[in-house]
């Protein structure tokens, strides 16, 4: 083959596969859901009724700024509304993890486990860097089950009040990918 037909041939096939590429990304709508879901997380990281729970530390967590190598396990309520009372809509279960040496940040691997309303027994899981001095922080939504069964997407979170020292309110904007029909 004489070398003008060969390049006449990759462009062809680039083309071809450009346009194959275009029409798979805008046929995506037909077949995805957009959820947005906003909700509270109560953290309450001390005293009796306490949902944080340091479980281990490094040598390093109290003499750093930045805690690091402090883990906590947490089980804290999900509500519709940023105070204390309003409705439960589930809750955030898994493990935090102190991980930057120099700035305070998390490493966070949780569930979002919805008991109450129109996603009750769903799930959503978030994986991700938290660094808890930015006003707005994102994390990866990797998975979910039930509604949110092959989900994707991300969260948006921010600190929306600081009670006391052991009383945190926390904003989640979640907005997930879900696929129709399944």
Not at 8 to 13: A, T
Not at 161 to 169: K, L, P
């Amino acid at each position: 083959m004489n070398p003008a037909t060969t390049i006449l041939l990759y462009v062809f096939l680039a083309i071809l596969t450009i346009n194959t590429y275009t029409v798979e990304c805008s046929s995506r709508s037909s077949y995805e859901t957009v959820k947005r879901i906003r909700f509270y997380v109560q953290d309450i990281s001390g005293g009796n009724n306490a949902t944080v729970w340091r479980v281990a530390q490094s040598n390093l967590s109290d003499t750093l700024p930045s805690s690091f190598g402090t883990i906590s396990v947490t089980d804290t309520l999900l509500t519709a509304a940023p105070e204390l009372d309003s409705e439960v809509v589930g809750r955030i279960q898994g493990v935090v993890a102190f991980t930057d040496m120099n700035q305070t940040a998390i490493t966070v691997l949780v569930n979002l486990v919805f008991t109450n309303g129109e996603y009750n027994g769903s799930t959503l899981t978030i994986v991700g860097r938290n660094a808890l001095n930015e006003d707005v922080r994102e994390v990866s939504v990797v998975a979910g089950t039930g509604v949110f069964r092959l989900a994707r997407g991300y969260a948006l979170t921010r600190t929306y009040a600081v009670h006391h020292q052991n009383y945190t309110v926390n904003q989640f904007d979640v907005v997930v990918l879900v696929p129709r029909g399944i």
